[in-house]
């Protein structure tokens, strides 16, 4: 007696892949795509009356003529130059110390990653501000070193300064990435340079660093798209003053929304935000090659 035998296992189906991903395809469209083309929509309209109505592009060539939005451009770009570059620096440096076989490494790697766990919370806003009051420690510092009393809050030229600094002090997820990374590094290349007499400096540039070409460009990237979405620090610690020289992008919405209630110069400004990042990343890939597979 022949017996039916079934190509699919029990309790499968044509759909059922479908069918266990649909939470996440939900998921995507009503909180990710839909909001995506909303905030487009809302862009090409502007306020009359207390309503809304299509207006093309016009409110996209108000924003582009305002010199508000072409200056918190400016504070952007030029918070995510200077931050990034350090960021990966120190984080760098802080997961070659931690890749070393020191006593106690553990305690040391809870310690450097605390910062990042903290973030722009309250507490650690509180603390920044202290920090950088007229009678704040920085200031303290720079007494002792026979310099000069700085208006941190006061000058344009160093409330950004504040800002950076903030960010440099959490560079535990960068950290973690290059830490990943440098354990993946076979000890047998080390020994063979060596043998060839490369000191620790040499191996560095010759092993190690062209082995972590991946890892900086990860972090590169999370970096620079992090940085250039920058709201709550500015927002908590200066408000964006003095006369605006901390103003990022990210503020310049939250302003337009919440603060001036035009809704459609709000999204205008995210989209020009969203191009802005799309081109940053462009030019790195270009500029890096993008990842490359490891031998």
Known sequence: MKTKTCNNPVGTGKYTGLLLISPFIAGFLLFTAYPFFAS????????AGGELRFAGTDTFKTMLRDSGFRKAVGVTVKY????????????LFAALLLNMGIRGIGVYRTVFYIPSILGSSLAAVIMWQYLFTSDG???QLLGLAGLPH???????????WMIILLRLWEFGSAMILFLNALRDI??????????????SIRAFFTITLP??????????ILQTIAAMQEFSAPYMITGGGPMKSTET???????????????????????????????????????????????
Do not use: H, Q
């Not at 487009?40 to 306020?47: C, K, N, P, R, Y």
């Open 40 to 47: 487009l929509v809302l862009g090409m309209t502007e306020t």
């Open 249 to 295: 992008v990210g503020m310049l919405i939250y302003n337009e929304m919440f603060r001036f209630g035009d809704i459609s110069m709000a999204n205008a400004v995210s989209w020009g935000l969203f191009m802005l990042i799309a081109s940053a990343v462009i030019i790195l890939f270009r500029l890096t090659g993008g990842m490359k597979e490891e031998m």
């Open 150 to 160: 700085i208006s941190w809050y006061g000058d344009g030229r160093y409330a950004l």
């Open 211 to 220: 082995l972590l070409r991946n890892a900086i460009f990860l972090n590169l």
């Open 80 to 91: 995510t130059l200077i931050l990034v570059p350090l960021k990966l620096a120190v984080s």
């Open 137 to 139: 420690l920085a200031d």
């Open 186 to 199: 076979p000890a047998e290349y080390y020994e063979a340079v060596k043998v060839d007499g490369c000191g």
